[in-house]
């Protein structure tokens, strides 16, 4: 049933009554055809977090997930920068006037838009267009693909500002993509690892010319959004969820999984087309 006042199909059932949250005023946000995007647009500040962008960004995160017109994220930046971190004049410098308590309420809602990242049921890109530095670095860290341009980079550099080098779930997310010994580094250090170098150990999915950065990822986007999207974010949930079991545990979930997936729309639509000798109509169901 359609709830009054709100579009139709676009709506969970579960969901309470209240509106979905159209625009943003902390960074740009839009909707087509499955696909949505946030772009950061504080290019004069290399699109630097500000308290009103962490919490916007945790709120999306609460709220597309229940969306029917969203069937994967692109994260991007607007000018030279995907994303530098914690801004140091609105947030470094009123946290030195912090209690612990306001601290801990920061350093959660700074890992609430990680956790969302990786709990949302659809598949998000980080398209990094430049630099991603700090928190920059993380967002993208915790995205499920990450498309990099050529002059992109990452600075994992929480250290080089005297804090812990594991900060918003790195040392969690880093070491299960890149491996422990390079993860090691990166956190300790900080030093900048450039696009060629986050190919090359996996940070990066894919590499490309700057000018055709959001041309691929709005492909790879496409892709997904035309595609099984109901598989494609059960793959995602089981790929989070598996991550800290032992195999047996992981069959045995997969196998549960996989009976319920025989169930869908989409499964029986593959037979149908695959003997109709045509394409299939994916419905994400």
């Not at 196998?255 to 639509?269: I, N, P, S, V």
Request: glycine share 10%; with cysteine; aromatic share 8%.
């Amino acid at each position: 049933m359609r709830r009054r006042g709100l579009p139709s199909g676009v709506v969970s059932p579960f969901r309470a009554s209240a509106r979905f949250t159209e625009s943003w005023d902390h960074f740009g946000f839009e909707i087509a055809n499955g696909v949505a995007t946030v772009t950061f647009n504080r290019p004069e500040r290399l699109n630097a977090l500000t308290y009103d962008v962490y919490a916007d960004l945790r709120d999306l995160l609460t709220e597309i997930e229940h969306r029917d017109d969203v069937s994967v994220l692109v994260i991007t930046g607007e000018g030279r920068g995907f994303c530098s971190g914690g801004d140091v004049e609105d947030i470094i410098g009123d946290l030195q006037q912090s209690d612990t308590k306001r601290l801990l309420e920061f350093a959660r809602l700074t890992g609430s838009v990680v956790e969302g990242i990786r709990r949302v049921p659809m598949p998000v890109i980080a398209a990094v267009n430049g630099v991603a530095a700090g928190a920059g670095s993380v967002i993208a860290l915790a995205a499920d693909l990450r498309i990099v341009a050529t002059s992109g980079s990452f600075h994992f550099l929480f250290t080089k500002v005297g804090l812990a080098g594991a900060d918003m779930g790195s040392a969690y997310l880093l070491p299960r993509v890149v491996g422990l010994g390079r993860a090691t580094e990166m956190l300790l250090l900080g030093d900048k690892v450039t696009s060629d170098q986050a190919l090359a150990v996996g940070l990066a999915n894919r590499v490309v010319d700057d000018d055709q950065l959001m041309e691929e990822a709005m492909t790879l986007a496409r892709k997904i959004a035309d595609g099984p999207s109901l598989a494609y974010g059960v793959t995602k949930v089981l790929l989070g969820r598996e991550l800290d079991m032992d195999l047996s545990s992981a069959i045995e979930l997969e196998a549960y999984t996989q009976a319920l997936m025989m169930t869908t729309e989409d499964h029986a639509e593959f037979y149908q087309a695959f003997t109709g000798k045509r394409p299939p109509e994916w419905k994400g169901r």
